[in-house]
C-alpha cells in the first residue's frame, strides 16, 4: 500500500514539481509578536470567500432568475431539504467576508505592511474589497423581496443622479428608468458570472504577492534587531492554526445562519409604496451618509456631486498612501498616514453610527 | 392555574430557567467530570513522582474550588428559584414523586463540598495516599450526585409505563424505583458522564493556558496530556448521543426532522437547528484541541482557552436546549404538558371550564377580553411572550378574528394529525373561554394592512 | 514508560482519531448537502410512489362534509359538494406546507397557519399568501367507496 503511495507521489512529482512547492511552504516563515493575530484575518476572508463560492453553486442549482425568482427563493428557504441552511450561511457568510475584509484592511494599513515591495497587494486588496462590496449589492437584489427591490432602487439613484454619466449608468445597469426584471436578470449575470470572473484572477495575484513578499513586519518589529525576532514555520505551525481559525469562524458563521436565519420578506412589487425603513447594507452605510450629509447641506444635484466628489478623492487617496509613505523609515510621513487612517477609520465608523440613527 | 404568573417580559419565564441552567451546568457537570479528571491526573503524577505537576494540580484545584463550590452551588439554588416562580405545576409534580432522591442527593452534595473544601486546603498537610484518597471521595460523590439528578431529568421525558399507570392517582411515590431507572436512565447517564469529563478537560485547558511560561516543557506535557484526555472522550459522544436518540419515543423523534426542509415560523424546527449547532461546535472543539493543543502546545494561551470554554458553553446550552425541546409539548410526558396541564384533567376542565380556578384574573372577570387574558397568562404565557421570545404579535399577524378562531379550534381539538399536535398542549376549558381568548388575541394583532402577506 | 512502541501505538490512535474526526466533519458537511441535492428526486418518488387509493364506505360521506385522508404519506382532503360533486385536493398548503381545512359554511378551504385561502371546487388560491392552487385528484365513486388517483 505504502510502496504504491509513493510510486503515486513520484508519478505526480515528476510531472508536477510538488516537492518544490513543499520545500517552498516549509521554510516559508510567519513572523510571531504581539500584532500577530491580525495576520489571521486575510485567511478568514479567503476562507469566507471560499464558502461564498460553494453556497453560491448550490444556490444555483435551485435559483431561477426572471419572473420566477422570488418564488424559487421561497422554494430554497421553506421547500429544499436544508435549502434554509445554504441560503443564510450565504448571506451571513456575504457580511462576515466584507467585515473581515474591513478588519484585514485596517490592520494591513496600521501595520504599514503596504510599504515597498507591497505596493500590489494593497491596490489589488483595494480592488478586491470594491468587487466584494458590488457582489454584496448585486447580491442584494436577487430574491426580489420588497427590501431588496427598494435598497437597490434607492441605491441606483444615487449614481444614476451624477450629471453627465448618470443617465447613461441608468441605461447601462439599471437597463430603463425602473428596477425590472431586466434589472435582476444582469445583476444575476453581474453576480455569477462577471465579478467571480474578475474577482478570482486578482485573488490568486493578491495571494500570490504575500508568497513573493512573505509577511510584512509592523514597524515595532522592525525596529528591532533581527537576532531578537520571533518567528515559526508556515507549515505546520501556523499552517495548524490557520486551520483552527478557519474552523472557529465556520463555527460563527453555523451559529449565526441558524440562530438568525434570512428572512424570505415579501415580494416585491414595484406599485406599493416603499416600506418605511429602506437603508442600504451596513457597508455603504457611510458612503450614504455622506451624501446625505451634503445633499443636504447644498441644494440639488450640487450637494450630491459634492458628496460622490469627496468619497471618491478619499478612495483616490486611501488608495495612493503607499506613494506617499513608501519606506520603512519611520520619518513625519510615515505619522501623518497613521493620522490619516485613524481618521478615516474613525469617520467611517461615526458616519456609519450616524446613518442607522438616522434612520 | 392554582398559582399566579410570573411575567417575565421579552425573554418569559423559560428563559430564566434556561440561562441559570445551562450556566449551572457548565459549572456542575465540570464538578462531576473534574473530580475523576484531578484524582486521575494527582495519581499519575504520584506513580510517576512529577512534584511539579503536583503543583499544577493544586493551582487547578483552587480554580476547582471557586468555580464549583461558590457558582456551581450558588446557580443551583438559582435553579430551585427559577423552576418555582416560572413552573410551579411542574416543579410540585417532581417534588411530590422525587422528595426521596432530592433528599438522598443532597447528602452526596454535602459530601462533595466537605471533600472538596479539604482536598484542596490539605495539599502538603497531610500523607499523599490520604490526599489521594480525598479526591477519589470527592469523585465518587460528585458522580452520585448526578447519578440522582439524572433519574429525575430522564424520567421528565420517559416517565416509563409504570409510572404513567399511576399517575395522577395520588399514589405516584409508590412508583418511585421505576420513574427513577425509567428508560432513558442509562444512556441519558452515560452521555452525561461523556459531557461531564469533556468538560473536566476543557476546563483544565483553561488552567493550563495560564501556566507561567517559565516551564514550557510542563505546559506543554500538561496541555497534550489534557488535549489527550478530551479527543477520545469527544470520538465517543457520537455513539453515546445515537444510544440516546435511540430511546427517546418515536413521537418526540419526529421533531427532529421537522426543520430539515424549512424554516417557517410556527413550525417547529429548532431541534434540527440545534443538531446543527452541536455537531459544527463538537467537531470545531475537537479541531482547535487538536490542532492547537496538540499539535503546537506553546500556542495555547488565554484567548485559545478562552474560545474553547466559549464553543464548550454553545455546545452544553444547544444540547439542554435540544433536550428540553425534545420533550414538547410536556413536561412529564404524557402526564403533565408544559403549561401545566394535566393529560388526565383535559375532559373536566373542558367541561366545567378552566378559569373556574383562576383567582388571579385582572379587572375581574367580566369582560371577555379579561378572561381571554388570563388563558392567555395561564396556558400560552409558560412558552410564549406578548412581543419577545416566540412572539404571540408576530406569530398571529395579519389574522383576522375568524382566522383567530379557527386556529384555537385547532388547538382546542388537538388532533393527532393537527401540525401543532407535537409540540403544543392542547388548548382547554369551556367553548365560552375559548372565545374569550379568541378575543384577547385579536386586541393583540397588529391592525396594519398588509402586514403579512 | 516512553519505550519506542509506546510512542508508536499513541501515534497511531491518535491518527485514527484524526481519521476519525475527519470522517465526522466529512459526515456532519455531506449529509446536508446531500440532502439538499437529491430535494427533488426525494420529492417525486414520493409522489410516484402510490398511484391511487382506495377511500372505503367514502360514498356514504354527507354532502357538504369532508374527509380528510393520507395519499401515499401526503395530507389529502376528499370533500363531497352540496350540489353532489366529488372533489379531492392535496391538503398541504403551497405557501409554507401548513394542512389547510374545508369550512363548509363559506365553502373555502382555508391555512390556519397565516390564513391563506383556496376555491373549495377548484383549489384555485383566492387570497392570502399561497402562490399555487392546490393540486387536484381525480376522483371516481365506485362500489362500497371512493376510488382517488393522481391526474
Same mark, same amino acid.
Given at each position: 500500500m505504502k510502496s504504491k503511495i509513493d510510486a503515486l507521489w513520484k508519478w505526480l512529482d515528476e510531472r508536477l514539481d510538488l516537492s518544490q512547492i513543499i520545500a517552498f511552504a516549509q521554510h516559508k516563515t510567519v513572523p510571531q509578536h504581539k500584532y500577530s493575530f491580525w495576520y489571521y484575518w486575510g485567511g478568514i476572508s479567503l476562507f469566507l470567500f471560499l464558502v461564498q463560492a460553494l453556497t453560491g453553486v448550490l444556490l444555483l442549482i435551485y435559483y431561477r432568475p426572471g419572473p420566477e425568482a422570488f418564488d424559487s427563493v421561497r422554494q430554497i428557504t421553506y421547500e429544499i431539504n436544508f435549502g434554509w441552511l445554504i441560503r443564510s450561511l450565504h448571506a451571513w457568510a456575504a457580511n462576515l467576508m466584507v467585515a473581515s475584509i474591513f478588519v484585514h484592511m485596517f490592520s494591513v494599513y496600521f501595520m504599514k505592511a503596504y510599504r515597498a515591495p507591497r505596493e500590489f497587494g494593497w491596490w489589488s486588496g483595494m480592488l478586491l474589497l470594491m468587487i466584494s462590496t458590488v457582489f454584496g449589492f448585486s447580491g442584494y437584489l436577487l430574491p426580489m423581496n420588497e427590501l431588496s427591490y427598494f435598497a437597490t432602487k434607492v441605491g441606483l439613484e444615487i449614481p444614476t443622479s451624477m450629471p453627465i454619466i448618470g443617465p447613461l449608468i441608468g441605461d447601462i445597469v439599471r437597463a430603463g428608468p425602473e428596477v425590472s426584471e431586466y434589472t435582476l436578470q444582469r445583476f444575476f449575470a453581474l453576480h455569477v458570472? =462577471?465579478?467571480?470572473?474578475?474577482? =478570482? %484572477?486578482?485573488? =490568486?495575484? +493578491?495571494?500570490?504577492?504575500?508568497?513573493?513578499?512573505?509577511?510584512a513586519l509592523p514597524p515595532s518589529e522592525e525596529a528591532r534587531p533581527v537576532q531578537e525576532r520571533k518567528t515559526i514555520?508556515?507549515?505546520?505551525?501556523?499552517?495548524?492554526?490557520?486551520?483552527?481559525?478557519?474552523?472557529?469562524?465556520?463555527? =460563527? @458563521?453555523?451559529?449565526?445562519?441558524?440562530?438568525? %436565519? $434570512?428572512? @424570505?420578506?415579501?415580494?416585491?412589487?414595484? @406599485?406599493?409604496?416603499?416600506?418605511?425603513?429602506? +437603508? %442600504?447594507? $451596513?457597508?455603504?452605510?457611510?458612503?450614504?451618509?455622506? @451624501?446625505?450629509?451634503?445633499?443636504?447641506?447644498?441644494?440639488?444635484?450640487?450637494?450630491?456631486?459634492?458628496?460622490?466628489?469627496?468619497?471618491t478623492l478619499g478612495i483616490i487617496l486611501w488608495m495612493l498612501i503607499p506613494l506617499y509613505d513608501p519606506d520603512s523609515r519611520s520619518g513625519e510621513r510615515a505619522r501623518h498616514a497613521t493620522y490619516f487612517g485613524l481618521l478615516v477609520l474613525a469617520g467611517v465608523i461615526v458616519l456609519t453610527i450616524w446613518g442607522y440613527a438616522a434612520l | 392555574m392554582n398559582y399566579p404568573l410570573w411575567d417575565v417580559p421579552m425573554i418569559g419565564g423559560g428563559w430564566v430557567i434556561g440561562i441559570t441552567a445551562i450556566f449551572h451546568l457548565l459549572i456542575s457537570q465540570f464538578a462531576v467530570g473534574g473530580g475523576l479528571y484531578l484524582a486521575l491526573a494527582e495519581q499519575k503524577a504520584l506513580r510517576e513522582g512529577r512534584r511539579d505537576w503536583l503543583e499544577v494540580i493544586r493551582l487547578h484545584s483552587r480554580f476547582f474550588l471557586i468555580l464549583t463550590a461558590v457558582f456551581?452551588?450558588?446557580?443551583?439554588?438559582?435553579?430551585?428559584?427559577?423552576?418555582?416562580?416560572? &413552573?410551579?405545576?411542574?416543579?410540585?409534580?417532581?417534588?411530590? &414523586?422525587f422528595v426521596f432522591a432530592w433528599a438522598i442527593e443532597w447528602v452526596f452534595f454535602l459530601v462533595e463540598l466537605a471533600t472538596v473544601a479539604v482536598y484542596y486546603y490539605t495539599w502538603g498537610r497531610i500523607s499523599d495516599r490520604l490526599h489521594l484518597q480525598v479526591g477519589w471521595l470527592y469523585a465518587v460523590a460528585s458522580f452520585f450526585t448526578l447519578f440522582i439528578i439524572n433519574g429525575i431529568l430522564s424520567f421528565k421525558l420517559t416517565p416509563g409505563s409504570e409510572w404513567l399507570a399511576v399517575a395522577g392517582s395520588g399514589q405516584e411515590a409508590s412508583r418511585f424505583w421505576e420513574a427513577m431507572f425509567n428508560p432513558g436512565f442509562w444512556p441519558s447517564l452515560f452521555l452525561r458522564m461523556g459531557i461531564c469529563s469533556s468538560l473536566a478537560g476543557v476546563w483544565a485547558l483553561a488552567t493550563c493556558s495560564r501556566i507561567s511560561n517559565d516551564k514550557p516543557k510542563l505546559k506543554e506535557e500538561f496541555i497534550q496530556w489534557t488535549a489527550k484526555w478530551l479527543l477520545p472522550l469527544f470520538m465517543t459522544m457520537p455513539f453515546l448521543l445515537a444510544w440516546y436518540v435511540h430511546q427517546i419515543p418515536e413521537a418526540q423523534r419526529v421533531l427532529f426532522t421537522l426543520g430539515v426542509n424549512t424554516v417557517a415560523p410556527g413550525v417547529f424546527t429548532m431541534v434540527t437547528r440545534m443538531v446543527v449547532i452541536i455537531l459544527v461546535s463538537s467537531i470545531t472543539i475537537m479541531g482547535v484541541v487538536y490542532f492547537i493543543a496538540l499539535r503546537s502546545p506553546s500556542d495555547f494561551k488565554i484567548p485559545q482557552a478562552v474560545v474553547i470554554v466559549f464553543l464548550a458553553l454553545t455546545l452544553v446550552g444547544s444540547l439542554e436546549y435540544t433536550r428540553e425541546m425534545l420533550r414538547k409539548p410536556f413536561i412529564i410526558a404524557e402526564h403533565l404538558y408544559s403549561n401545566g396541564v394535566r393529560t388526565k384533567a383535559i375532559e373536566r376542565v373542558n367541561k366545567d371550564g378552566y378559569l373556574k380556578d383562576t383567582l388571579w384574573i385582572r379587572g375581574g372577570s367580566k369582560t371577555s377580553v379579561a378572561r381571554g387574558e388570563a388563558m392567555y397568562r395561564g396556558q400560552c404565557m409558560s412558552c410564549h411572550t406578548v412581543d419577545g421570545y416566540r412572539p404571540t404579535r408576530t406569530l398571529l399577524a395579519g389574522r383576522d378574528r375568524a382566522a383567530i378562531g379557527s386556529f384555537l379550534k385547532v388547538l382546542h381539538e388537538h388532533k393527532p394529525d393537527s401540525p401543532y399536535y407535537r409540540f403544543m398542549p392542547p388548548l382547554v376549558g369551556t367553548d365560552d373561554e375559548v372565545q374569550a381568548l379568541g378575543d384577547y388575541l385579536e386586541t393583540l394583532v397588529p391592525k396594519t394592512e398588509n402586514s403579512f402577506k | 514508560m516512553s519505550g519506542t512502541k509506546e510512542t508508536v501505538t499513541r501515534r497511531d490512535f491518535l491518527r485514527i482519531i484524526l481519521t476519525g474526526v475527519g470522517a465526522c466533519y466529512a459526515a456532519a458537511i455531506g449529509y446536508p448537502l446531500w440532502r439538499y441535492l437529491i430535494s427533488p428526486a426525494e420529492q417525486a418518488k414520493s409522489l410516484a410512489a402510490v398511484k391511487e387509493v382506495t377511500l372505503k364506505d367514502a360514498h356514504t360521506l354527507a354532502a357538504g362534509s369532508v374527509l380528510m385522508f393520507k395519499f401515499g404519506s401526503h395530507p389529502a382532503m376528499l370533500i363531497h359538494h352540496k350540489d353532489g360533486s366529488w372533489v379531492a385536493l392535496d391538503a398541504v398548503c403551497t405557501h409554507l406546507g401548513c394542512t389547510v381545512q374545508y369550512q363548509p359554511d363559506r365553502n373555502v378551504i382555508h391555512c390556519n397557519c397565516h390564513g391563506g385561502e383556496y376555491d373549495a371546487q377548484t383549489g384555485k388560491n383566492i387570497s392570502g399568501p399561497p402562490p399555487r392552487p392546490l393540486r387536484p385528484y381525480v376522483v371516481k365513486v365506485i362500489e362500497g367507496g371512493v376510488l382517488v388517483s393522481r391526474v
Open positions: 458570472v =462577471v465579478l467571480p470572473a474578475l474577482f =478570482v %484572477p486578482i485573488l =490568486v495575484f +493578491h495571494l500570490w504577492l504575500v508568497q513573493r513578499n512573505g509577511m514555520p508556515f507549515f505546520p505551525n501556523f499552517f495548524m492554526k490557520d486551520l483552527a481559525v478557519w474552523l472557529i469562524t465556520l463555527n =460563527v @458563521l453555523a451559529l449565526l445562519a441558524v440562530c438568525f %436565519p $434570512w428572512d @424570505l420578506g415579501v415580494q416585491a412589487d414595484a @406599485l406599493k409604496p416603499a416600506p418605511l425603513g429602506i +437603508h %442600504p447594507e $451596513w457597508y455603504f452605510m457611510s458612503a450614504f451618509q455622506i @451624501l446625505k450629509v451634503f445633499g443636504n447641506l447644498l441644494p440639488g444635484d450640487l450637494g450630491e456631486a459634492m458628496g460622490v466628489g469627496i468619497f | 456551581g452551588t450558588v446557580s443551583g439554588v438559582g435553579i430551585w428559584f427559577a423552576i418555582g416562580l416560572a &413552573n410551579p405545576e411542574g416543579t410540585s409534580a417532581l417534588i411530590h &414523586n | -
